[in-house]
């Protein structure tokens, strides 16, 4: 007697779900994101390491990247499965700076504008060109650092902002209630905005995972903060060799928290007339 073999796949058939129409991403064609309800024209198709991306416009400009998963898209309704066109080559990305824009071929550096981005200090400065050198060399934006901020509105005063010569401050640890929150309500106006990030220095706004540590410690109140950390990552007690190894492992916005990048880019739109008065 002859007995049955049966499938390890014990998913009832009326469960299963039938591979969806595979349709070329051709540009132009308007198709909805299934987990987002984005709804946009491809733009382009791309590889990466994690498998086949394509780039949607919505009607408002506004560009998303999707991997091209199966079952992943609605077209006209109907659950499809976008894959690249075939017979025709990638358009490759465009080249992009550390922050992310896209580099501008043969662009030279600007003229310094007359506005100008104050930072607390020189890490704070050095990680802001790093990441946004490029940019801010395009934009003639100059960055300056002030080593603290308690003679702000000095320094405020004596620079005199105004339409042509916006003044934007990038703050450490600015959360509500502390004094260089009080310092910052005194000094905004329509020519000057003062923006911060919520860490105690801007190492924290690094991601631990692009300095290969698991999380930054909590150092211990009354205790120098860049000395604590260094002694609990049994770092030598160097602070400036440690922040040579926190920036070596910075090359682009990925390796920086959200929380500095909007406040920097808010900085740039401020003083080069893209932010709101």
């Known amino acids: 007697m002859q007995s049955k073999r049966y499938s390890s796949d014990l998913t009832p058939p009326w469960k299963k779900q039938r591979p969806a129409p595979e349709v070329p991403a051709e540009p132009d064609l308007v198709v909805e994101e299934v987990t987002t309800g984005f709804c946009g024209a491809v733009i382009r198709c791309e590889k990466s390491a994690q498998g086949p991306t394509v780039t949607l416009e919505d009607r408002f400009g506004k560009h998303r990247v999707f991997p091209m998963e199966p079952r992943g898209f609605l077209l006209e309704g109907k659950v499809v499965t976008l894959v690249r066109p075939a017979g025709r080559p990638a358009p490759s990305a465009p080249a992009r700076t550390a922050s992310g824009s896209v580099v501008v071929p043969g662009a030279r550096a600007r003229v310094a504008r007359a506005g100008r981005i104050y930072v607390e200090g020189r890490h704070d400065a050095e990680l802001v060109e790093r990441v946004w050198g490029d940019d801010l060399r395009i934009e003639g934006v100059v960055v300056e650092y002030l080593e603290g901020i308690d003679d702000l509105p000095a320094i405020v005063r004596s620079f005199s902002p105004g339409p042509d010569a916006r003044l934007g401050v990038l703050v450490d640890h600015l959360v509500p209630g502390s004094k260089e929150s009080r310092i910052a309500a005194a000094v905004t106006d329509a020519d000057t905005?003062?923006?911060?990030?919520?860490?105690?220095?801007?190492?924290?706004?690094?991601?631990?995972?692009?300095?290969?540590?698991?999380?930054?410690?909590?150092?211990?109140?009354?205790?120098?903060?860049?000395?604590?950390?260094?002694?609990?990552?049994?770092?030598?007690?160097?602070?400036?060799?440690?922040?040579q190894r926190i920036l070596s492992g910075v090359h682009s916005y990925r390796d920086l928290e959200p929380a500095l990048l909007g406040r920097v880019e808010e900085l740039i739109d401020f003083v080069t007339g893209g932010g709101a008065a």
């Open 193 to 243: 905005l003062v923006v911060g990030h919520p860490y105690i220095d801007v190492w924290e706004a690094v991601k631990p995972s692009s300095v290969g540590i698991p999380g930054w410690p909590s150092v211990p109140r009354g205790q120098d903060w860049k000395t604590g950390v260094c002694r609990a990552l049994g770092w030598p007690e160097n602070t400036g060799a440690a922040w």
